[in-house]
């Protein structure tokens, strides 16, 4: 069960709860969200109280029903330094929240659970193999991937897909958007059941992983959650060009979860146009003065642009792929 408000009464009722909560589970819906186009439509909060069956209240907060006014102190809520608020990719919501309120998430109370999910990998005795593995499901066969750089790189794995990962859910089939409804479903109003209830799973299962992280002991050190997760809250400072593959995919873009040294020169990657550091780019030695050369492509991107140009050809090899268009753009 959750408890849609769309009136201010509705919103009054549901604010000391959310006041008094220790942290809070958000999750934003709309319509492409953190892309060009995009619109915010739903704000569902999940939060700890007896009174619930299973322990989490639902509130759906229907943000197209509800003045600015009547929002604010919901904003306030979602922005204060006091209670910490747990995501599973926060960067789409926090683009979100500045296109449409103009504020932004504390970057001193937002803890990503996604980004735990890949730190806690280590220490639940994750692999080479296994991590190369993950990165496949959307492209090439591993063998191939050890022909690349993929030092650093890791790969996201969705909400959905989380439980069962972590073997305390069933495997899902992976889906994107509400059954029978469409991106534009969420623009509508009255919502259908089924976006509703699409919301109320979403933080049902953020839930679900928050408790699991906290019995691991993977919520410690705190600081160090809030501070990666402050890097990743950076990534989307204007919305994504729809089909951008760089910009939005299922890999973690490089430098959230170690910090770049402040006196690290950076340079700007072709792919996703982000300013990083030497050691996240691509080096060839091919040179015949055999310098090591620094390719335009984070490894990141270099992984996604090959991954690309195989669904977009079905025929060329790695290896002619790694060779064809890359630049070299500087000796050092
Ligand atoms: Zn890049």
Not at 265 to 283: D, I, Q, T
């Amino acid at each position: 069960m959750f408890t849609l408000c769309s009136s201010t009464q509705a919103m009054q009722d549901a604010l000391p709860l959310l006041l008094e909560a220790q942290y809070l589970l958000v999750d934003f819906e709309g319509r492409l969200l953190g892309c060009e186009n995009g619109a915010l439509s739903l704000i569902s909060i999940g939060t700890r109280t007896s009174a619930s069956d299973s322990g989490v209240q639902v509130f759906l907060f229907d943000v197209l029903s509800l003045s600015k006014e009547a929002l604010q102190p919901l904003l306030e809520i979602l922005t204060n330094e006091t209670t910490t608020k747990y995501f599973w990719d926060c960067r789409k919501d926090d683009l979100e929240l500045r296109r449409t309120f103009g504020t932004s998430f504390s970057r001193a109370a937002t803890i990503d659970l996604q980004l735990v999910d890949i730190l806690s990998r280590e220490s639940s005795g994750e692999t080479e193999i296994m991590r190369l593995q993950r990165m496949t499901r959307r492209g090439h066969a591993v063998h191939a991937l050890r022909q690349l750089p993929t030092q650093d790189v890791h790969a996201l794995i969705s909400l959905k897909n989380a439980p069962s990962e972590h073997r305390i859910g069933p495997v899902r089939p992976e889906k994107h958007d509400p059954d029978g409804a469409s991106h534009d479903a969420w623009m509508m109003r009255p919502l259908p059941q089924a976006n509703l209830d699409y919301a109320e799973e979403d933080i049902r299962l953020l839930a679900q992983m928050y408790a699991h992280f906290d019995a691991k002991g993977y919520l410690e050190p705190r600081d160090e959650l809030v501070q990666k997760t402050a890097r990743f809250l950076c990534l989307h400072p204007v919305p994504i060009p729809i089909g951008d593959v760089y910009r939005s995919s299922d890999l973690l873009p490089l430098e959230v979860l170690s910090e770049r040294r402040e006196d690290d020169a950076v340079y700007p990657c072709k792919g996703c146009s982000r300013m990083l550091s030497r050691g996240s780019f691509v080096h060839d030695r091919g040179g015949r003065d055999g310098r090591v050369r620094r390719k335009p492509w984070c490894k990141v991107c270099n992984i996604l642009r090959i991954r690309q140009a195989l669904l977009e050809t079905g025929g060329p090899t790695i290896a002619n792929i790694a060779e064809k268009g890359d630049v070299t753009v500087s000796q050092e």
